[in-house]
């Protein structure tokens, strides 16, 4: 049996996310993949990118830290490799490039821009499909700060992809107008109007918060009725009535608001009445990324 040491960095748009993994291998088996340890460092870089265009001096001194925590926690792990990816906040910061050079020279940590292409792209290994053995057709949607990839998936293979920017932080700064939701209800409804039992399926924090506390059994569904209910029940709450009541992270309490506003749209749009949350996202596509690319 082999054991190999995996880290996967997600710097999105409201929280920097470091996954370690242990791939198991025995010989003429599958790998099995096993998450050993998330941590989770709510920066929101998205506040400063959308609205300023730029990552505040506070703010990446912040990065900078986070990146030497995870260096030493990757070194206490004995990590074999690592990827670090960073999505839309960065991608659309005007000195996202000076960021970059700054992490990778205090930590020795390389940093990679990604587009929404690529993203999708990397999720795709996380073998989202796949893993669900309930239906075959799905409008899959991986909700996040600053962007909205969605994919539909017919047959069980990903036959058309979309990046939107739709993201829960960018809503709650007041930042996508109607334009860009006619365009998603218009992309959603092209593509799935051919497409017989079609259902959801949900990746990002937000969903998968969700998903734990309405105490949902791993496998089962979410129905649109239940989702429904509960974010009428989460919108009549203050801020402050969030957290307590739930149990939410400060940077939960206000963007889980506009994530599940993103999810109920799209099961208007596709007529869904279920979603199904795999409670997987960005880094466990780049675990599998990177063991496939140094286990060729």
């Given at each position: ?244 009541k739930y149990n939410l992270n400060l ?10 506003e993103i999810y109920l749209k799209a ?30």
């Amino acid at each position: 049996m082999k054991v190999k040491k995996l880290a996967a960095i997600d710097i999105g748009s409201n929280a920097i996310r470091m996954l370690i993994a242990n791939v198991v291998q025995t010989e003429g088996e599958h790998p099995i993949f096993m998450k050993s340890e998330m941590v989770r460092v709510p920066i929101r870089l998205g506040q400063d990118s959308f609205t300023v265009g730029e990552i505040s001096n506070k703010n990446t001194k912040r990065v900078v830290r986070a990146m030497k925590a995870f260096k030493l926690l990757m070194k206490i792990n004995k990590v074999n490799n690592y990827m670090a990816c960073a999505t839309s906040a960065l991608r659309e910061s005007n000195n996202a490039v000076e960021l970059v050079k700054k992490v990778k020279k205090k930590t020795g940590i390389k940093i990679e821009i990604i587009d929404g292409k690529k993203e999708a792209e990397i999720i795709s290994y996380s073998n989202v499909i796949s893993d669900q053995g309930h239906n075959s057709n799905y409008l899959y949607i991986d909700v996040g700060g600053g962007s909205t990839e969605f994919s539909i998936i017919k047959n069980r293979k990903r036959i058309s992809s979309k990046s939107f920017k739709t993201g829960t932080v960018r809503m709650i700064n007041g930042m996508v107008n109607d334009e860009v939701w006619v365009k998603i209800e218009d992309w959603i409804k092209k593509n799935t109007e051919e497409i017989d039992k079609i259902q959801l399926l949900g990746t990002g924090g937000n969903i998968n918060k969700v998903f734990k506390l309405l105490d949902t059994k791993e496998g089962n569904p979410i129905t649109y009725i239940k989702l429904n209910s509960f974010y009428n029940d989460l919108k009549v709450l203050s801020y402050e009535e969030r957290i307590l009541k739930y149990n939410l992270n400060l940077d939960r309490a206000d963007v889980i608001i506009p994530a599940l506003e993103i999810y109920l749209k799209a099961f208007n749009w596709s007529g869904a009445n279920k979603i199904f949350v795999p409670k997987i996202g960005l880094s466990d596509g780049m675990i599998k990324m990177m063991y496939k690319k140094y286990n060729a």
